[in-house]
């Protein structure tokens, strides 16, 4: 049974700081892994989506990484922002369902 | 593209009555939906699936004569909370994807229900 697992599970920084999310998942048989991030009470805003042959993706200040191998994912949050603010959720695909992390809810200091 | 729609994004209705939650994906052929449940602070998990024209695959746990799902065009999945209870209340979210778009899901902006 696959299971996706982030850490941490809380993370509060100053302004201005680069900072690592992390994912791991125990399946390395996936087809995609996406990073997702969730405002309070709103739906999901996709980041990032990496395939299954692809080794990371990156999108204005975000960087993912995915190494299948190791069951491994970060997500690279560079110069944070106070709009970055958000819980942040990985997930992986495996054949036609996707399966959640719990999230990893990020608070950037002003 | 690729833009799931959902309706309505919160409703509140008294314990007993039904609900029913629209899930539309607006600009391409949704082969497949999917209907994920959120409690506070918690992550998404999948309740079932539905693919086009067939029944839904409820996933271990869930009751299927309560929430029943619809899956009736390429386009509509209907999610109905039946005799709701206070505890079915949570965030409601679909996700689609179609036959030209590989795996990738594309997700609704949620239906946040209350069961007074």
């Known amino acids: 049974k696959q299971e996706v697992t982030q850490i941490p599970a809380a993370l509060s920084v100053p302004e201005g700081e680069n900072l690592v999310l992390n994912c791991s998942f125990t399946?390395?048989?996936?087809?995609?892994l996406q990073w997702f991030r969730q405002d309070p009470g709103k739906g999901l805003t996709s980041l990032l989506l990496?395939?299954?042959?692809?080794r990371e993706q990156t999108s204005g200040r975000l960087n993912a990484s995915l190494d299948k191998s190791s069951g491994r994912s970060t997500l690279y949050i560079a110069a944070s922002q106070p709009g970055d603010s958000a819980t942040y959720l990985c997930?992986?695909?495996?054949?036609?369902?996707?399966?959640f992390g719990k999230g990893t809810r990020l608070h950037i200091l002003p | 593209g690729a833009v799931v729609s959902q309706h309505p994004s919160r409703v509140i209705c008294k314990s007993g009555t039904s609900v029913k939650i629209e899930c539309r994906s607006l600009?391409?052929?949704?082969?497949?939906m999917f209907w994920y449940r959120q409690f506070p602070k918690q992550s998404l998990m999948l309740m079932a699936t539905?693919?086009?024209?067939?029944?839904?695959?409820?996933e271990q746990g869930v009751e299927k004569d309560k929430f029943l799902i619809n899956h009736a065009s390429l386009t509509l999945s209907t999610l109905t909370v039946t005799s709701a209870h206070p505890e079915d209340s949570s965030f409601y979210i679909c996700?689609?994807?179609?036959?030209?778009?590989?795996?990738?899901?594309?997700f609704g902006p949620g239906t946040r229900l209350t069961v007074l």
């Open positions: 996700s689609a994807h179609g036959s030209t778009a590989g795996y990738t899901q594309y």
């Open positions: 399946d390395s048989a996936i087809y995609n």
């Open positions: 600009d391409f052929q949704a082969t497949t």
């Open positions: 990496i395939q299954s042959s692809q």
């Open positions: 997930a992986v695909y495996r054949d036609d369902k996707i399966i």
């Open positions: 539905s693919n086009e024209g067939s029944k839904a695959t409820y």
